[in-house]
């Protein structure tokens, strides 16, 4: 006869715990997501915070909001919304829309692709001091493009390209295709290609199918490149300086930070316009996911 060791009751009301606990979606692994809340809270919940309690600190025996008020009183300070919007959006809406064709022909195999999406997503290597320096060499008025352009006749004066609007425009470009290109191009290799052929089958030609059935699949792809390229634009900082009019036409909502923070140590007005900046970025983003939900979202098959 086997004798069978007893168990104390500690050790029962330990495994009716995990067992309760496993009910409850709770498992002891849970614990080594500890070291990674950790950090999140210390680098960003924390300095959010932070910052949103100094930008409600009143200066000058002032209101709560009157750091907002300082900003919006502003109309120098106010303005840098509207710019930096005018170059964040136009920049990520062009990235996406070549990005589309580009990702959508390259989706297949074919000889050479993996060489194509290297060059394409060269410049990702490069970083924003080299892209503005290139700019300046190519798009400059001593540049190769108005030196060669002069050459040919076709102009009597350089064009103005850099140190404008169009240097800070370009340098996003640069800067962000390759971004949404990889991420645009992830999304149509998710999209079961057996659909398309499908389709063909049954007679539809090469733009009804793109457009009655990659495009609806894709079009939650798309609003999610276009949210993340949006905020790398909206946030531009050298490329405003190295390429752009930084007291002028490109003067961003994030040098008016700065010069807030390390010009001024006005450190609750800066805050201000960081939690504005932030503000922004999510009322874009929800206007574009809530524009999202009229394209269909359904499964798209394949390995996406």
Not at 47 to 76: C, K, T, W
Not at 82 to 109: D, F, H, M, Q
């Amino acid at each position: 006869m086997v004798a069978v060791p007893a168990v104390s009751p500690e050790t029962v009301e330990r495994a009716g715990l995990r067992h309760r606990m496993a009910e409850r979606g709770l498992d002891a692994r849970l614990l080594l997501l500890l070291p990674g809340l950790v950090l999140v809270i210390g680098l960003f919940v924390y300095p959010f915070l932070y910052g949103l309690g100094l930008s409600f600190q009143p200066v000058d025996g002032g209101g709560a909001f009157e750091n907002y008020h300082r900003f919006f009183s502003d109309a120098f300070q106010r303005a840098t919304i509207g710019r930096t919007l005018w170059l964040a959006l136009p920049a990520a809406l062009v990235n996406v829309i070549a990005s589309v064709p580009i990702a959508y022909r390259l989706r297949g195999r074919f000889r050479g692709k993996r060489l194509l999406t290297t060059i394409l997503v060269v410049p990702i290597t490069l970083g924003t001091v080299l892209t503005a320096e290139g700019l300046l060499n190519f798009a400059g008025p001593a540049g190769w493009l108005n030196r060669g352009l002069e050459a040919i006749g076709l102009i009597d004066h350089p064009l103005r390209l850099v140190n404008n609007y169009w240097g800070v425009f370009f340098s996003l470009i640069i800067s962000g295709f390759p971004f949404a290109f990889l991420l645009i191009l992830s999304y149509l290799s998710g999209i079961d290609p057996t659909l398309e052929r499908a389709a063909a089958s049954l007679g539809a030609h090469r733009w009804d199918r793109f457009r009655l059935i990659t495009l609806p699949l894709l079009a939650p792809g798309l609003a999610t490149t276009f949210c993340l390229t949006f905020v790398l634009a909206f946030s531009v900082f050298p490329s405003a300086i190295l390429v752009g009019d930084p007291t002028g036409s490109t003067r961003v909502i994030s040098i008016a930070a700065y010069q807030a923070a390390y010009e001024q140590y006005d450190y609750p007005l800066a805050s201000t316009i960081a939690i504005l900046m932030g503000a922004v970025e999510l009322a874009v983003i929800g206007v574009v996911l809530l524009g999202r939900s009229r394209f269909y979202t359904g499964s798209t098959g394949g390995k996406g």
